[in-house]
């Protein structure tokens, strides 16, 4: 807790005032930044207490401004747990944007899908999750300012968000599936028996994060909703080898699709 609030007071002291809507961009999918007017801009390694982004696509730069009218705080790449860090640093930041005044928190990924229907470039929100990663966010002591120790996840991903996501997809003429994502630690894609079997326990789609973000969101208080983009399809009858510069290719193609999603959910949402 001293980490976190020392990184919030240094945030407030650069500036960064009562933001409404935090927005975790991920792999491939930081170009939203350029529809915000930015006021203040810092690398996370200039961050006290702050985990530094190690993959190549994530810029690692928290981004504070305006997007639709509202005022945004904007993690341009996250942490994952394959990086080396612990389940509490990778999920500090919600934490720190909760304590700087966020009511909503968008999250977006790269994920490959096991769907047959979810075509590559597609974008899924998030229904709910499966978490097989190797640890939880919660273990330790728990601090009760916040939150319960045993948080109830039994609707994560608020449902009148994702509505209204629905909507502005409709509007927006994008496609938009709904599914369920699991969460597993990586940085290897699975094997055909691992699709088998992730499929077989009722996920449309994996990655390796946000599920731990999502779990601290509902800690805290903060609703909260996710989209996937489809980057790579996982079908283990006809399984094709993985390449990072197609997956890169594909959530290019989607990008635009979720900047429309989120642009029109921001301008729409009312907290």
């Known amino acids: 807790m001293q980490a976190i609030k020392a990184t919030t007071n240094f945030l407030k002291e650069q500036g960064i005032e009562t933001p409404e809507i935090g927005i975790i961009l991920g792999t491939g999918l930081g170009k939203l930044v350029e529809h915000v007017q930015i006021i203040k801009q810092i690398d996370y390694q200039n961050i006290p207490h702050f985990p530094v982004s190690t993959v190549e696509f ?93 948080p109830d996840m039994s609707q994560p991903y608020n449902r009148e968000i994702n509505q209204m996501l629905h909507e502005v997809a409709k509007e927006q003429n994008v496609t938009l599936n709904e599914g369920v994502y699991v969460a597993v630690s990586g940085p290897n894609l699975e094997t055909r028996a691992e699709y088998r079997f992730l499929r077989t326990i009722g996920a449309d789609v994996v990655g390796m994060s946000t599920v731990p973000e999502v779990i601290v969101a509902n800690q805290v208080g903060l609703k909260c909703a996710a989209v996937s983009v489809i980057t790579d399809e996982c079908d283990p009858d006809n399984l094709q080898v993985a390449s990072i510069s197609e997956i890169l290719n594909n959530a290019a193609k989607a990008e635009k699709k979720l900047i429309k999603l989120f642009k029109g959910l921001v301008k729409l949402v009312k907290l």
Do not use: W
Request: hydrophobic letters at 40%.
């Open 58 to 150: 994530h810029k690692g730069k928290l981004i504070y401004g305006t997007l639709e009218g509202r005022k945004v705080l904007v993690m341009q790449g996250r942490f994952h747990y394959y990086e080396g860090y612990s389940f509490k640093e990778l999920t500090m930041h919600v934490r720190v944007m909760k304590l700087l005044g966020i009511k909503l928190l968008l999250l977006s990924n790269a994920c490959g899908s096991m769907n047959p229907d979810f075509k590559n470039s597609s974008l899924m929100v998030i229904d709910d999750h499966i978490d097989l990663l190797p640890g939880n966010p919660l273990v330790g002591k728990n601090k009760d300012e916040m939150g319960s120790r045993f």
